[in-house]
């Protein structure tokens, strides 16, 4: 320790004397009255703080205001305590789990001896609005071990935690009003930044996310530092309810998940498969055109390919567990079902002797792979247990990655930006400090995916140490209707896997080489891709993917064999037709076609009957009719599947 004031150094670079312990209020104040009301909490040599956190040693210094994502965490998570501390209100013997800010909100766990109802959390958020009224100071204290303890005797939970903190650990409390949690920190300077949040639901949550510990009552809530922020958040939500991929699925009967079958196993029904088949059809297509190979391969092993591959033991947990030798097998043999296709496309590549001119050997397949999640983070199409990937792998020289590179970006550009209008998010992920491979190799992978986004115009982030440890990738995220941000395509270089296989091509120095191997999904999983799409659509495909493409309606049973009659030839040019004749009012079949989000409908009476004409109404087009030939749907029709048109 050394003399009565400390340096603090502020973002311009200027340098503030304050006495030694003031605070980020204290410095606040120094600087000016807009600030002291302004600042929220502070940033001390890069650790957010108490604004009311005594600084005792030079530092550098920044205060957050509203403006800094930062401080909208440190509001998040003082949400989560004045959360708890109304739940502690209404239900005192609540004990208390953790509660973080997350993404867009907060969440606290609870144990109490029932499920919290709508009417709970409405009653929660009042009695929230109410300690935020009272503006209660968040106050910190640092105690010892033995004092924790006396502070959370009636909490199991706590105690839990307090039990595994380091002897070296700072333990810290904050107390705000009625309520003292066990905390790092840090928080809003008292309660009252509180205005604008809500409530959203409430859900079973294992303790610690172990389904061997206690199910506790976990309530999410939302908070934002101005009202419209909060409004066009909870119109985000709305948006995304609206658009449920597992209401909608249901709702246009595109798939179940079926529990006699088990979780995390999706059943394509008519009207999904097909969407699922014309995706397919696209990527092998744009494969098949770009030079890859299409392979097959069998969906079970025996296991030692992935004791080959290094997956057993390493990915053991995601795997399903083996099942025993088939008829006539030695007993101790097992096999199991693949959660990846690398190292059966790796068996193809060793199937025969390589040489430098077969290269790059472009394997792809359309397959289902099982990976065993837990429960707990399946959802839907989004997170499934049974995948079907649209898989590829590059066995290429060193020389040969920046074009292959290119083909995959290509692909990407082709299959997903234009055919979906995404806007693409693309990054960079270097080398892990747990790696395989020497620096020089890592360097050069690196610089080529760096290179060839760049020589493609393609702005990307680098995420530093996030590659895997076999090699470099670049990740592909797209943005859907509403905003939201989703995994896609993959391009991942691999320098382990043809080492642990012992991939061979022989160069033109006719010595062996090793190749590299690149693995890279364009749609991923067709679950998550479908998922997203339906969400991203709501429902309303673009033509080329609606299951149903066009509607047929007679206006009464005297046009049904007319109408029958065009959906014939609709059906005979390559079309996708339904005829609605079912004895129903003509309002309601024209409300089922909307509902069921079909195209185009083709109304058809006596005066279209007679002029061999329809009447169309296009999705989204209200009451509007356009009067036309058949032959003239036809081509629209056919010219919009042939453009992919949106
Ligand atoms: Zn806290
Ligand atoms: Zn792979």
Redesign the pocket.
């Known amino acids: 320790m050394s003399g009565p004031m400390v340096r603090l150094t502020l973002p311009d670079g200027s340098v503030r004397e304050m006495p030694r312990g003031a605070t980020g209020r204290d410095l606040a104040a120094a600087i000016g009255p807009g600030l002291a009301r302004a600042a929220i909490a502070a940033r001390v040599d890069g650790a957010i703080w108490d604004l009311g956190r005594p600084i005792e040693t030079d530092a550098t210094v920044a205060l957050l205001t509203e403006r800094d994502p930062e401080a909208l965490e440190v509001l998040r998570h003082s949400s989560a305590h004045i959360l708890a501390t109304a739940v502690r209100e209404l239900f005192p013997g609540a004990g208390i789990g953790f509660g973080p800010a997350i993404e867009d909100g907060f969440y606290y766990d609870f144990q109490v001896d029932r499920t919290f109802t709508p009417e709970d959390l409405e009653r929660i958020e009042r009695a929230m609005a109410e300690v935020a009224r009272r503006d209660f100071p968040f106050v910190r204290e640092v105690v010892d071990r033995a004092e924790a303890n006396r502070r959370f005797a009636d909490d199991s939970l706590k105690l839990e935690r307090i039990a595994e903190l380091g002897d070296d650990e700072t333990i810290s409390v904050y107390t705000d009003g009625p309520f003292v949690d066990l905390c790092r920190g840090p928080h809003v300077p008292s309660t009252g930044r509180l205005k604008h949040f809500k409530l959203l639901n409430a859900a079973g949550a294992y303790w610690r996310g172990d389904e061997k510990r206690q199910m506790l009552q976990r309530i999410y809530g939302t908070a934002w530092f101005r009202q419209e922020d909060l409004d066009a958040y909870l119109h985000r939500l709305e948006e995304a309810r609206r658009r449920d991929h597992r209401v909608l699925g249901r709702q246009l009967d595109l798939f179940s998940i079926q529990e006699i079958v088990g979780p995390g196993l999706v059943f394509w029904h008519p009207k999904g498969a097909i969407i699922k088949w014309l995706l397919t059809r696209a990527v092998e297509d744009d494969n098949v055109a770009s030079g890859y190979d299409l392979v097959y391969t069998p969906n079970i092993t025996r296991e030692e390919l992935f004791r080959i591959s290094g997956h057993l033991p390493l990915y053991e947990a995601n795997q399903y567990p083996p099942m025993a030798a088939g008829h006539e097998e030695s007993e101790d043999v097992r096999y199991r079902a693949k959660p ?3 190292p059966m ?1 790796c068996l193809i590549y060793r199937s025969q002797q390589r040489s430098y001119r077969d290269l790059p050997l472009r394997l792809s397949e359309v397959a289902n792979v099982y990976r065993n999640e837990r429960s707990g983070v399946l959802h839907g199409l989004l997170r499934v247990r049974g995948l079907c990937m649209d ?1 590829a ?1 590059i066995f290429c020289t060193m020389d040969q990655i920046e074009a292959e590179i290119f083909l995959c970006l290509d692909q990407v550009d082709r299959l997903v930006r234009q055919t979906f209008g995404f806007e693409l998010d693309f990054e960079v992920s270097t080398r892990p400090p747990e790696r395989l491979g020497d620096d020089a190799t890592w360097e050069q992978a690196e610089q080529t995916l760096q290179t060839a986004l760049t020589r493609k115009g393609i702005t990307f982030r680098i995420d530093e140490g996030g590659g895997a440890f076999y090699g470099p990738k670049i990740d592909i995220k797209f943005r859907d209707a509403i905003g939201r941000l989703w995994q896609g395509p993959t391009i ?1 270089l ?1 320098f382990q896997l043809p080492e642990r296989f012992e991939l061979e091509y022989t160069g033109a120095d006719n010595h062996p080489h090793r190749p590299v191997m690149i ?1 890279r999904a364009i749609y991923g999983t067709l679950e998550r891709f479908i998922g997203n799409l339906i969400e991203h659509f709501a429902g309303a495909f673009p033509v080329w993917l609606a299951p149903e493409q066009v509607r047929v309606v007679p206006i009464s049973a005297d046009q049904n064999a007319y109408a029958h009659g065009v959906a014939s030839r609709l059906k005979a040019a390559g079309l996708r037709v339904h005829v609605d004749d079912r004895n129903e009012t003509l309002n309601y079949r024209i409300r089922e076609a909307e509902t069921q989000k079909v195209p185009y409908m083709a109304v058809v009476g006596q005066r279209e009957a007679e002029a061999d004409s329809l009447a169309l109404r296009a999705r989204g087009a209200g009451k509007k009719q356009e009067v036309m030939p058949v032959t003239a749907l036809i081509d629209r029709v056919l010219a919009e599947v042939r453009a992919r048109a949106l």
């Open positions: 990846m296709n690398c496309h898989d792998h991942q691999d693995h």
